[in-house]
Structure formats: structure tokens, C-alpha cells
């Protein structure tokens, strides 16, 4: 039913794990790749594979945005619209790209090339607008850049959407801080080499020689005491100690331990993992070496995010070279140490970067937060002890095991040790990714940096720490950025995404596009999460197109409240937060739209 | 004792078993923690958050369904935010709920609707568009209204965790998830639990939707009488007519169970093809009659026949489907008034074969019932296949893997579904189990040899055995391939193994059991005394006022032949078909013989509800009541007596046979049977049958399941040869499915309608493999 090339890489995902079902996600995605929308009879192929029922491979494909029953375009363009991109101009993009192919949402056209989809956050914040032709980006959009795209798309003149290309030569590099005089650089040491993701680059850098020499001289204790030493809090986003954490995996247990690297970014304006894939993978793998002798596991995958997958790639090829250098598999540098590792593929939905619901994505389920406790340090994948931790965080070990645990600390204050890369997103002259020690400001991550707000506006609000956490307003801008001054702020440091907003925006239309996001992205477990995100998506387009009522202000902040703190997952907390806080911080930008009858800023939402 | 924890909810101090739920904790205790999708036994979901609960020490409120309760845990169920909390489940529920009561089938027994009447808003601020999704028909008999439905995964669950099926699942996404099938129907065994769990009216059935209102309908809980498990169905009434069944209050012993038959094979009682009225054979046709000519004319019959060819000339047929105290009577009036033992049934589950190898023993530590399945820790599977012939054993099994960890071991000769949950298994060739369970008593022959002629490997065989040798308390179910003898070597092998194991022999029929027990045999009495034992002759003798046959009569195929021969004359047969066609055609000179030799018969009498292939050779055929219109007793394969409830007043012109067989008993001169009603003739049975000694009507009236243990003889069976060889004659129903139990079932228009259904199923498993 499929080419040699697809059934090849069938059995191999199948090889990789204890169980079958896992293959499942990614399966369904490169069938996808070669046959389009997952018809029946695909479904009835992949059931029989992996030996499941037909009804077990839908509800999976229904759950998962990028996997797709329906027919899709030769280049299927999906436009982010969501906050960084928004900021940006995204709407003006998606407009354009509407007016241009003629084509609804989900529509294909006539000659079967082109069709369009209107999408969240794919993690291009630093480089928006951005929109992706199949798994290709095109960043930094202009409506002529659409234009142009367009063109080349409808003379099938398109650059290689195959889905297993490596390189994006069409998207610029994305910025990081190499340039300012004050970086200081641990993480993103290496990436101003042209060839930093390749091996040679890695090794001319010492690369390995951190795990080599962990492997062969320390025990699980004496790892874990260095992490625990260095104050490194988990760069995902919940900012807990990454040595506690691998502390509480029951080292007597007889069962296998997994260690697993979460690269499924997704919480809108964060895409500071995507530099670190893709620019020093191999920094990576190195961290997950050390971490699974600290957790004494032999099985570490890295789960990467669908929309990610020219890095799903690079990343692949990355294990493979390690695995031919004897820096993976039996016996690594000849420690007797073991370790196997593998890539797996999302299929789009942000829940699954809840570590709970990542692992039952990764055992090839929908995306279902588990109940904890317990938690995946005990009862984790396939119920056996797991650590998930997100890619910067183990890109941080090899430092840290290099160097000496306090050295890491001292880069930044007590409790938060070492270097962070933020994603500075909106409307600033220098959107970027940029590693800076724990505790510098926001102001000077957002003037030095990025270079200030764009120039002739003022500074309106700031997300500090991604779309879920509550907006600040201008006046916090000379909090220092650690995990404890940013909640006395009334906010979170969450993933380290910074979107700056300056006085052009509407804060009612950034929490609608919020409320749409997490509405968009519920998985419809719990009650209050999935109706109550709904129904505040539902009051903003409806008070933000001027049709509001008086009681909808308090209507929204009681919904939201009713969703805070009751649902099973943080994401309902997520959704919440920014939506109290925008009325908390802006209650009259609410009441004007009331009086105005529509949105006061709507003319200013233009591209920068 | 177990390790308890003492906490405190809403100032009240309790202590429980450690590891107990809180929402357990504090229903135990009168605190009642509303929810949705916590159902005791499945698997949590933590998705509804009604049971949200406010904990001390931890700053969000928690969901009681997951939280373990911890030693000096302070909880409170009644506070500001936790009634706020509920609220707002109840409002985001409500906000994409059609609320359409007025016209739901659920309305007046939803779940929702109470719920929102205690603790919820009484208006909603919702006023934006509703998602909206239509109605579809996802199988020949059920309904999916994804609006109603709020989402508690609860028939996910059942499907899946209960039934093994999986036939449902999520489909979609955040607020577009729908429960789903995959694609256009449903693929399952057509159990309707997923109806019954349903706290919504999100899933209705094809028979009920739209016909009625719950309050307007009467409730009788009864007992299941298509298969011997006896699961508890409550038949819901209106007008003398039975609209639906279903275990709607999930109490009795199969709690959120009911297999098709259960739920949907109630429509025979009402069918048009009943008998009506007595019918009497004049000029070779069958003539409508009233009960007194017709019942008159069978006692002057017999009274002939009998003074002609004695008392041995008449024969009669009980049936595993009448109740206990019909069967009883019928031993009865042939013992007693005919003078007889030539009386036999269908018999399926060899109970004497077991009583026999029981004997000595204490039956209560040897008997497994239906109960004690759930809690057994090994189990063991001879023959049958449990899923489509014993739904209840099968669903319990399936409990006992799931929660308790259960493994579980299967003999079989067929790819059974239930191999999907066992731990260990043998597949032989068919006919060998009862040479499998002679080597494993008695390794006779080499393991070779007995390995060869199973058809297994030597490995597998001896991998199975030392499994069993190690597995506690063993729980042994075996179906009729285990009869006679190897009833006796299965009970050897058993005493050699570990702990206590209990054993269960698995019959087809509803009181396959209890027509055993009553001694419709013509080897034994009631309680399994042997028809000669002079001690029991003289006890029941005194106690029916007359003296009885001591010698021993003819079994079924027995009286066959000797109608044959013409030494048999007269026949009653209550309840039973023996002129049904067999399923296999290979049986057909059988067939052909049983009719010619019933024509033979100078009186042929037939008490029954349809007009069978035996009523249409009858010379007079009594109307017999259904189940839903007698009461009485059942007895399961698991020995437990359960109470049928008359939930109707009979139809047309029919009456129980127990009714039938006293106004006989006065015809024949026996006018000291009085019709008395059903609990008087339990009393006398209770009386005089050891194994039924603790049965009481007070404790049936209460609700409670008493369980018989066969006998309580000490002495061994004299001739247990002969027990063997008339183990040998049974017959096992093979025509039986998850959709067919006998004439009754085919008379059952759903059934008929999803018999189908069966064939496409097992290809469904076998395709995939499950």
C-alpha cells in the first residue's frame, strides 16, 4: 500500500518502542505525507499494523490538528494568527492570503494546489508574521513576500516541501543575541559557526568529552547533587529544580526508567527550543546522555513538535551520527554505559506539552493529561519511573557537569541559577532569541537586547513568560526576571517567552485571540476547561466586534474564575489568567469598546 | 485488620481503610460528594470536577474521586467554594446542553437534571449559540445524542474496561469531542450498558426512546431468565406491558451488567404467537378449550393409562427455565400422585457428577458462585465460552483481572474472546478436555503421549500445568466437555492444589441449577439422595402424606426409546422442546427419531408459551405464563436463589405451571393441593432439601441472594458409574449465542432482528486481532 521508503521507516518506528501503539502518531503523519487525508482504508492498514482497532486509530487521528481526514492542497499554507504573529500584522497576512487563492478556510482549490488553514502558534514569534507551506516556514512575512509566494505556488514553482528536507534556506537564521556586547553565552555558544549543528563542530567544541568523562568517573548521587547544585529550574515553563525532580525517580524500582526530552514547544510566543534543535543538537543529546546515568535509564526519546519537523530531521540525523560515533547504544565510549534514544513526532496539539499528556501521546493515545499523583517520576511511561524535561534544560547539563554546579549558579541569583533564553516577540526592533543570565531585568532584555519598542510607540503591556501567564503593565518593566520577582509582579516567568505590546494594541483583542487559542487547543477532558474556554472565546468575538453588554465584563472575569484553580490540567489555568488579568490591569479599554460600539485600536493593527 | 486512617469530613470524624477514596470515604459515611464520572470500579477519570471538595493544607480545592484519603486529612463538602464550584460545573455543563427535558427520555431519571435541581444555578448567563451536533443512530438498537451528552467517559469505560468490546471512544477535540464509533456503526455485542451508565439522555435505545416518561411506568426488579448466571433485570411497566429492561438502579448481584438478552429479549413475553388457550386435540386437529376441559380430560387420560400400563407407563419432562418450586411440584405430582421416577430435563451443567465428587466435603469451602468470582485471584476456564454463553461470569472474570489483578487460565478447543485476558492457555483438540483433565489427576501417561493427544505441545502442556500448581485459591469454571467422570478427576486434581480452590459447573439454561436440585431425575430426590435411599423415601413420604417409587426411572433418552417401543404412554412435558430440530444437521435421524417416538404416545401433554415443534404433536397444550408473570424462585449456576417478581398480570388465557400442576394434582383426586402460592412451596422445599436450609422467603423479600450448596450428604453416591453414564447422554445446547437461548429467544423479535450480528463480530475480532 505504501513505497518501500514509507514501509521502511513503518518497521523502524516500530522497532523503537516496547510498545507497538507508540508508532501510531508518527505513522499516521509520514502516511499522511505520502497518501493525503487518512481514509479509511489507511486507517484499516495502520490499525491492523500496529495491531489495534480501527476506532482506536481515529479517535487518535481526531485528536491531533495536523492529521487530517479531509483533502488538503499540493501546498497547504497555514497562517498563524495567533499573538506574536497578531502583533505583527498576521491578520493582514491571512487576509491577503484569502483574498489572493479565493479559498475559504479548509478549502482546496479547484486544481488541487492550493489550500489554506488559518492556524495557532507554530513557534515562529521571533521571525512573525510567519505562515508554513506544508512543513516549511516562510517567516518575516510582508504582504508582497505572500504575493511572491504565492505566485511561485500556483506556477508549482514551490521550494521543497518534501517533508524530509533539513535545510529551510527560504527562512532567514533566526537572531540570537552573537552580536551585543553583553551576551553571555552558554547554551548558544556554538551556534555562530555556520555548521554548529554538525558533529565535527560539536566535537572541535569538546562536545562529548562532558558525558565521556561523567560516564566513566561518576555515579547517579554525584550527578544529581551537581544539578541540584547549580539551581537549574525546568525551562518549560513550571520552573521546577531539575535535580529534585530526578530525585524522585525510585532508583530500587524494578522496572525500566525513561528518560524523556520534551521539544513539543508550543505555548504562543515561545520558540526559544527551536534554536537549540536546530542549531546545536548535539548539545542535546549530550545532556541526555548524563541525565539517563543520573536517572540509570537506558531509553530516552525526544518528543519534537509536528509542526517542527525539518528539526524532527535534523535531529534524527543528529542521533544517528551519535549512534555511529558509539556516543548512543551499548556500551557508550566504552563505560559499559547503555543508552538507546529516539525521535518521535508530534501531530499538533499543545496539550502534549503537558509532560502527562506528552507520555500518552508518545504511547500513541490522545493527548490526555494523566491524573497525578502519581506523578511520571513513578508511574510514567508505560507506568515505568520517567523524567520529562524540555530541551533547554538539558542543553543546560552538559555546562553544568563541565563546570561545576556553583559555577552554573552564579550566573544568575539564589534559586535561579544560570543563563535563560527568552524569545523577545511583538513590537520591538529586534525580535529574538536571547540567553541571558537569571535576574536581568526586563528592561534591559527588552531595550539592550531587543532593541526597545518599536520605534515612535511607547511601551503598553508585556507578557512576561508566555501566552499563559498574566499580562503586565509597562510599569513592570524594571522587574528583574527570576522565577520569584516576576509572581510578585503578579505574573509568571512560565516558558521565558516575553511579548511586548506597545500602545497600538488592544488588550481586549489579545485576550480574544488568547481565549481563541485555548479554546482552540482544550482537549475536552474536564468540564470547566472545555466549555468554559469556549464560552469566553464566544463573548470576545462578540464584545470585540462591538456587540458587548455592559454585564459581559464581570461575566468574562467570573467565567475565568470559575475555571481557575478547577480544572484538571494547568491549562484551564492558562486560559484564565490572561483573561483576569487583562481586566484587572485594563477594565477601561473593556469599557471603551462598550461605548465606541467597537474596537478603538482596530485601525492601528497593522503590519510594523 | 487492614491499616485504617482516620480524617475529618465537615467535623465528623471517620476512619477508613487506607488507600480509601475520598469520595468512597464519605459515602460511606452519609456524606454524599456529588459526581458524574466517578463510578465505583472503573477506572478514574477526574474529568466531571463535581466532586471538587475543599482539603486542608492544599491551596486549589480537590477532586474526592482521586484523592486517597491520609491520616488527620481535613475535608470539607459543604463550604462556600466547593457549593461555588459545583455551581459553575453545572453552568459550563448546561451552557452547550440542549435542555430538552420536556422531550428526553432520561427526563425524570437524569442524573443532570437531579443534580442541577440540588446544587445547581437556576438560570444561565449563557447566551451565545449552542454547539449543535444531530442525533445518529449508531447501531440496529442504540441512539448517540452528542448535545446531551456532558462527556463522563462513563460508556467508554463500561465498553471497554467491563465488556472487552471497546466499541466507543472520544472522537474530536476540546468542545467537539463526541463519543464516537469510528465510523458508521457500532461494533460491539449489543450489552446497552453503555445505556444504563448513561447519567444523561445522550444514549437511548430503539425499543424505549420516545414511548413513554419514567414516572409513568412501574418498576419490577426480576430475575434474567435466559442463561444461568442470573443477572437481576428491573422490567419496566405500563398498562400490563413491558416497555423496557434494564438493571436501572444497578443493585443485584450483576450491578452495571445486562447482556443483550438481558436488556432486549424481554419482547417475547408480549408476542403475538403466545399460546391463548388451553388446546385439546379433537378429530387429529388442536381445538381451543377451556382450562377445566382441558386439564379434566389430561387427569382421566393419565388415570387410564396408568390403570392400563402402570405407573411406569407415564414419563414426564421438567425444564431448566421453570422456577424452582414448579420443578419441585412436578417431581412431586409424578413421585406422588403418578407414582414414578420417570422424569428427567435438558440437562446441561453435570451438578451431580460435582455433588457426587463433593461427597464428604464441605461443600460451602468446595462451591464457587457468581460473586466470588469478582474476588478470585486464579482462574481457571474449561470448555464453554463464558463471553456469549455465561455474559455475567464472563463480565465478573474480567472485574477479576481488572481490579484485583486476577490471571487467568483457559482450556478451550476455540479461539474464545475471553483468551484476550488470560495469562496461560491450552488449545486442544475438541473433545480432549476431559483426557486433559484425567492426566493432569492422574499422569497415567507420559506427557508425551498426553501432549500428543490433546493435540498440544509437550511444553505448552507442562508450562500450563506448573502455572496451575502454583496458582492460589484457584477459581474452576468448566462447561459441559467436563462431565461424568472427569467431574471426579477434575475434583482430585483440584484437592492437590494450593490454598482453597472452588469449582462452578456452567450450565445453559436459568434454573439449569435449581431442576437439578429439585430432583427432576429419575436417579435422585430433592437434595440428591439417591430415588432407593429408604431414609429420605420415608421423610418425604411422611411429609407429602404418601408413599413413593423406590425404583429407579427413565432418563430422557431412555424414555425416548421406550416411547419407541411403546412401553411408555403417556407423556407431560413442561416447559421443554424436545422435538426442536438440532442445530446440527448431523442430529437430524436423532430429531427424526425423538418425533416419530412422541407421535407414538397415547397422551402427549405440553405446557408451554408458544407452540413448539413438540406442542404441535401434543393432544393437549397448556398456555404457560412467562417469566414476567409468576413469581418464584431461580437458582444460577453459582447456586444462588433469587426471586422472580410477577411484574404482569398473565396474558390472554395463560397460567403458571404452578398454577397448571395443582389444578391437575386436584383433578387427578389430590385434593389436598391447594393452590398456594409460591412462598409456601419454597417453605416446604427449604424444609426438606439440606442444600436449601438457609433459604428464607423473609430473606428473598429483602433482597438478599442466599446461596444452596447442591447437598449435604456425607455418604458417597453408591453407584457413581451410573451417575457417569447418564452424564454421558447430556447434551449441551450448541445452537446457543450471545443472542440465542432456546425457543424463548426465538421469539424475541430484537433478538432475531441482531442474531447477525454475532458472525460479524467475531470477524471483527479476528481481523484485528484484539
Known amino acids: 500500500m505504501f513505497s518501500p521508503q514509507t514501509e521502511e521507516k513503518f518497521s523502524k518506528l516500530v522497532s523503537r518502542y516496547p510498545s507497538k501503539r507508540s508508532a501510531l502518531i508518527p505513522m499516521l503523519l509520514f502516511a499522511q505525507d505520502e497518501k493525503g487525508p487518512l481514509t479509511g482504508e489507511i486507517v484499516d492498514y495502520v490499525a491492523r499494523y500496529l495491531h489495534l482497532t480501527p476506532l482506536e486509530v481515529e479517535e487518535v487521528i481526531s485528536f491531533y490538528s495536523m492529521l487530517t481526514k479531509k483533502p488538503r492542497g499540493k501546498f497547504h499554507l497555514q497562517v498563524c494568527t495567533n499573538i506574536s504573529c497578531m502583533l505583527r500584522g498576521a491578520d493582514k497576512i491571512w487576509e491577503r492570503v484569502k483574498e489572493k487563492t479565493g479559498l475559504k478556510p479548509g478549502q482546496v482549490s479547484a486544481d488541487g494546489v492550493v489550500s489554506i488553514e488559518e492556524v495557532e502558534c507554530m513557534g515562529a514569534c521571533t521571525t512573525a508574521p510567519a505562515l508554513q507551506v506544508n512543513y516549511d516556514f516562510y517567516e518575516n512575512l510582508t504582504v508582497e513576500r505572500v504575493d511572491q509566494l504565492l505566485e511561485d505556488l500556483g506556477r508549482r514553482k514551490g521550494p521543497d516541501t518534501s517533508p524530509d528536507s533539513e535545510q529551510m534556506e527560504s527562512s532567514p537564521r533566526r537572531r540570537h543575541d552573537a552580536e551585543h556586547p553583553r551576551a553571555t553565552r552558554l547554551l548558544t555558544a556554538g551556534m555562530a559557526a555556520k555548521d554548529s549543528r554538525s558533529l565535527e563542530n560539536f566535537l572541535a567544541r569538546e562536545g562529548y568529552q562532558t558525558a565521556e568523562k561523567v560516564l566513566k568517573s561518576m555515579n547517579a548521587d554525584q550527578i544529581i547533587e551537581e544539578v541540584k547544585k547549580s539551581g537549574l529550574r525546568g525551562r518549560g515553563g513550571a520552573g521546577f529544580s531539575t535535580g529534585m525532580k530526578w530525585g524522585f525517580v525510585p532508583r530500587q524500582s524494578p522496572k525500566p526508567k525513561y528518560l524523556v526530552c520534551n521539544a513539543d514547544e508550543s505555548e504562543p510566543g515561545t520558540c526559544k527550543d527551536r534554536p537549540l534543535l536546530e542549531y546545536d543538537p548535539h548539545q542535546l543529546i549530550e545532556g541526555m546522555i548524563i541525565a539517563a546515568r543520573a536517572l540509570e535509564c537506558h531509553q530516552a526519546y525526544i518528543y519534537i513538535r509536528g509542526e517542527y519537523r525539518y528539526l524532527f530531521n535534523i535531529v534524527s540525523r543528529a542521533v544517528e551520527e551519535a549512534y555511529a560515533r558509539g556516543f548512543l547504544g551499548k556500551n557508550i565510549f566504552g563505560s559499559g554505559w547503555n543508552l538507546e534514544l529516539a525521535t518521535h513526532t508530534g501531530a499538533g496539539a499543545y496539550i502534549c506539552g503537558e509532560e502527562t499528556a506528552l507520555l500518552e501521546s508518545l504511547e500513541g493515545k490522545r493527548g490526555y493529561p494523566r491524573i497525578k499523583p502519581p506523578f511520571p517520576a513513578v508511574v510514567g511511561l508505560y507506568g515505568c519511573p520517567t523524567v520529562v524535561n524540555n530541551v533547554e534544560t538539558l542543553s543546560a547539563i552538559p555546562h553544568i557537569l563541565k563546570n561545576g554546579g556553583e559555577w552554573y549558579a552564579k550566573f544568575g541569583p539564589e534559586k535561579n541559577g544560570g543563563t535563560r533564553l527568552f524569545s523577545v516577540s511583538g513590537h520591538v526592533e529586534r525580535p529574538g532569541n536571547y540567553e541571558v543570565p537569571m535576574g536581568t531585568t526586563l528592561r534591559t532584555l527588552i531595550e539592550d537586547f531587543a532593541g526597545g519598542v518599536r520605534q515612535g510607540h511607547q511601551l503598553k503591556a508585556i507578557i512576561p513568560g508566555g501566552s499563559s501567564t498574566p499580562i503586565l503593565t509597562a510599569d513592570k518593566i524594571d522587574t528583574p526576571l527570576t522565577f520569584e520577582d516576576i509572581a510578585k509582579a503578579g505574573s509568571m516567568l512560565g516558558s521565558g517567552a516575553v511579548i511586548v505590546m506597545d500602545e497600538t494594541t488592544c488588550i481586549v483583542n489579545v485576550a480574544r485571540v488568547l481565549t481563541r487559542f485555548y479554546a482552540h487547543e482544550s482537549c475536552g477532558w474536564c468540564v470547566p476547561c472545555r466549555e468554559g474556554t469556549v464560552w469566553m472565546r464566544k463573548i470576545f468575538n462578540r464584545y470585540h466586534d462591538g456587540f458587548g453588554r455592559k454585564e459581559d465584563i464581570d461575566l468574562l472575569d467570573s467565567v475565568a474564575k470559575k475555571i481557575l484553580g478547577h480544572t484538571h490540567c494547568p491549562l484551564g489555568d492558562a486560559s484564565a489568567m490572561p483573561v483576569i488579568s487583562a481586566i484587572k490591569n485594563f477594565r477601561s479599554e473593556f469599557e471603551e469598546h462598550l461605548k465606541l460600539g467597537a474596537c478603538p485600536l482596530e485601525k492601528n493593527l497593522v503590519a510594523v | ?770
Open chain 2, 1 to 770: 485488620m487492614a491499616e485504617t486512617v482516620t480524617l475529618t469530613i465537615n467535623d465528623k470524624v471517620i476512619t477508613v481503610p487506607a488507600g480509601t477514596l475520598l469520595i468512597e470515604a464519605a459515602r460511606q459515611n452519609g456524606i454524599h460528594i456529588p459526581s458524574f464520572c466517578y463510578v465505583k470500579d472503573l477506572s478514574l477519570q477526574a474529568a466531571c470536577r463535581m466532586c471538587l471538595v475543599e482539603v486542608e493544607k492544599t491551596p486549589k480545592l480537590q477532586v474526592a474521586c482521586t484523592t486517597v484519603c491520609t491520616h488527620g486529612m481535613v475535608a470539607r463538602t459543604e463550604s462556600k467554594p466547593v457549593i461555588e464550584a459545583r455551581r459553575a460545573v453545572l453552568e459550563f455543563l448546561l451552557t452547550n446542553h440542549p435542555l430538552d427535558c420536556p422531550v428526553c427520555d432520561k427526563g425524570g431519571e437524569c442524573e443532570l437534571q437531579d443534580m442541577t435541581f440540588k446544587y445547581g444555578p437556576g438560570t444561565s448567563r449563557f447566551i451565545e449559540e449552542k454547539e449543535h451536533q444531530p442525533e445518529e443512530q449508531v447501531s440496529p438498537i442504540i441512539f448517540f445524542d452528542a448535545p446531551r451528552c456532558i462527556l463522563c467517559y462513563r460508556c467508554v469505560r463500561i465498553c471497554d474496561e467491563g465488556m472487552d468490546v471497546k466499541a466507543l471512544e472520544p472522537i474530536g477535540r476540546g468542545v467537539k469531542t463526541i463519543i464516537g464509533t469510528g465510523h458508521d456503526t457500532l461494533d460491539c455485542e449489543d450489552c446497552g450498558n453503555c445505556i444504563d451508565i448513561c447519567p444523561v439522555g445522550a444514549i437511548t435505545s430503539e425499543e424505549y426512546r420516545y414511548k413513554t416518561r419514567p414516572w409513568e411506568l412501574k418498576y419490577y426488579g426480576t430475575v434474567c431468565t435466559h442463561c444461568s448466571n442470573g443477572c437481576k433485570t428491573t422490567l419496566s411497566v405500563r398498562n400490563n406491558t413491558i416497555i423496557r429492561a434494564n438493571n436501572r438502579d444497578r443493585t443485584g448481584m450483576n450491578e452495571d451488567f445486562l447482556c443483550v438478552k438481558g436488556r432486549f429479549g424481554f419482547d417475547y413475553v408480549g408476542s403475538s404467537d403466545r399460546l391463548k388457550t388451553p388446546l385439546v386435540r379433537r378429530q387429529e386437529r388442536l381445538e381451543p378449550a377451556t382450562w377445566s376441559e382441558a386439564v379434566q380430560f389430561v387427569a382421566d387420560r393419565l388415570g387410564e393409562i396408568r390403570k392400563a400400563g402402570g405407573p411406569d407407563s407415564i414419563g414426564a419432562l421438567g425444564s431448566p427455565r421453570l422456577t424452582n418450586e414448579e420443578n419441585y411440584l412436578l417431581q412431586k405430582f409424578m413421585r406422588l400422585i403418578v407414582g414414578t421416577n420417570n422424569i428427567d430435563h435438558h440437562r446441561t451443567g453435570d451438578y451431580a457428577s460435582l455433588e457426587a465428587a463433593l461427597a464428604r466435603r464441605d461443600r460451602r469451602e468446595a462451591l464457587l458462585n457468581v460473586d466470588q468470582i469478582k474476588e478470585a485471584r486464579n482462574i481457571l476456564v474449561i470448555g464453554d465460552d463464558p463471553t456469549t454463553q455465561q455474559p455475567l461470569v464472563a463480565f465478573n472474570i474480567r472485574f477479576a483481572v481488572r481490579r484485583r489483578g486476577a490471571r487467568v487460565f483457559i482450556i478451550n478447543s476455540k479461539r474464545i474472546k475471553l483468551l484476550r485476558k488470560a495469562a496461560g492457555s491450552l488449545l486442544l483438540t475438541a473433545g480432549k478436555e476431559a483426557e486433559l483433565v484425567a492426566f493432569l489427576a492422574h499422569h497415567e501417561k507420559s506427557l508425551e503421549q498426553a501432549a500428543a493427544e490433546i493435540g498440544e505441545t509437550p511444553e505448552a502442556l507442562k508450562n500450563f500445568e506448573m502455572e496451575l500448581r502454583g496458582a492460589e485459591d484457584l477459581a474452576i469454571l468448566f462447561g459441559a466437555e467436563i462431565r461424568g467422570n472427569a467431574v471426579n478427576d477434575l475434583v482430585e486434581w483440584a484437592t492437590t492444589l494450593p490454598g482453597a480452590p472452588r469449582l462452578m459447573a456452567l450450565s445453559d439454561f436459568a434454573n439449569s441449577r435449581g431442576a437439578m436440585d429439585m430432583g427432576v431425575s429419575p436417579l435422585w430426590l430433592p437434595g440428591y439422595a439417591p430415588v432407593h435411599d429408604a431414609h429420605t423415601l420415608e421423610q418425604l413420604g411422611r411429609a407429602w402424606n404418601g408413599t413413593l417409587p423406590n425404583r429407579k426411572g427413565l432418563s430422557q433418552p431412555e424414555m425416548f426409546k421406550a416411547m419407541g417401543e411403546g412401553t411408555l404412554k403417556g407423556m407431560l412435558i413442561f416447559g421443554a422442546n424436545p422435538a426442536e430440530p438440532s442445530a446440527n444437521p448431523a442430529d437430524r435421524s436423532v430429531d427424526n427419531d425423538a418425533v416419530a417416538a412422541l407421535k407414538k404416545l397415547e397422551l402427549l401433554v405440553v405446557s408451554d408459551l408458544f407452540l413448539t415443534e413438540t406442542a404441535k404433536l401434543a393432544d393437549v397444550v397448556f398456555p404457560a405464563a412467562s417469566f414476567a408473570e409468576k413469581a418464584g424462585t431461580m437458582t444460577n449456576c453459582g447456586g444462588q436463589v433469587q426471586r422472580l417478581q410477577r411484574a404482569l398480570l398473565p396474558l390472554f388465557d395463560a397460567r403458571p405451571d404452578l398454577a397448571i400442576l395443582t389444578e391437575l394434582a386436584r383433578a387427578c383426586g389430590a385434593l389436598d393441593w391447594l393452590h398456594v402460592p409460591w412462598t409456601e412451596v419454597l417453605k416446604e422445599i427449604a424444609r426438606l432439601h439440606p442444600g436449601y436450609a438457609g433459604v428464607s422467603v423473609s430473606s428473598l423479600m429483602r433482597g438478599e441472594i442466599p446461596c444452596t450448596v447442591l447437598s449435604a450428604r456425607k455418604e458417597a453416591w453408591p453407584d457413581a458409574g451410573e451417575l457417569h453414564r447418564l452424564a454421558a447422554s447430556m447434551r449441551p445446547n450448541t445452537s446457543r449465542s450471545l443472542y440465542a437461548s432456546g425457543s424463548l429467544a426465538s421469539h424475541s423479535p430484537t433478538l432475531v432482528q441482531l442474531q447477525p450480528r454475532a458472525a460479524v463480530q467475531e470477524a471483527f475480532v479476528e481481523k484485528y486481532q484484539m
